[in-house]
């Protein structure tokens, strides 16, 4: 196992981390805390959480002139007070990370999705205009079917609110599409970004004619 990809923190691992830490490359030491920070915001772990946001503010605050990593750091720290149901700062997060990529858009996340489904997922009708403007940019860009199932529902969603039944109705179909496509289209990893499994919560909301 790589030295920055510990699935626990026990004092032992973060005295281990922080030796090799101090050892790399000044250059790469901000990779280093968004991966090994990675690794712990997917375990779930409410301890491990905090840890996590420790190394990536650590990152964020230490190294600013890193921009390759700071919109995933940014997008994680999303992801971390999301787990823990606080959804503003969530959202701020999610925000942060998109207005960075759009100083530097060959730096990219998932933020806009992360964003849009919460958004909705809070009901916060403010931002259905800003939102639908961001996934509609987005949807050029995408290949697999569960990110199109996705927004697609949440464009139909967001249609529906405002009073777009037709246009909501076709993006509901476009949804279902996405969820019924065998293949993504990748010639190597056809199974690759699948959907595999509904979206309840989202399902709730679009509203079929």
Do not use: C
């Amino acid at each position: 196992m790589d030295w920055y990809r510990h699935k626990t923190w026990t004092k032992a691992d973060e005295e281990f981390f922080f030796v090799k830490f101090s050892r790399a490359r000044k250059n790469g030491r901000a990779q280093y805390l968004k991966i090994q920070a990675i690794e712990l915001v997917e375990t779930k772990n409410k301890e491990l959480l905090e840890v996590a946001e420790g190394l990536l503010n650590k990152m964020l605050t230490e190294y600013p002139e890193n921009k390759i990593d700071k919109s995933t750091a940014l997008h994680k720290l999303g992801d971390i007070y999301k787990a823990r149901e606080e959804y503003e700062k969530a959202i701020d997060y999610y925000n942060q990370s998109i207005e960075f990529e759009k100083s530097y858009p060959n730096v990219r996340s998932n933020s806009y999705l992360d964003f849009s489904e919460l958004i909705v997922k809070t009901n916060k009708t403010e931002l259905f205009d800003y939102v639908e403007s961001v996934l509609e940019a987005e949807l050029p860009n995408q290949l697999f079917p569960l990110s199109k199932y996705k927004m697609y529902s949440i464009l139909s969603v967001i249609n529906n609110r405002n009073g777009n039944n037709q246009k909501a109705s076709e993006y509901a179909d476009l949804a279902d599409e996405n969820v019924n496509a065998e293949t993504s289209g990748l010639h190597y990893h056809k199974d690759l970004g699948l959907v595999k499994n509904r979206v309840s919560w989202i399902d709730k909301l679009v509203k079929k004619k």
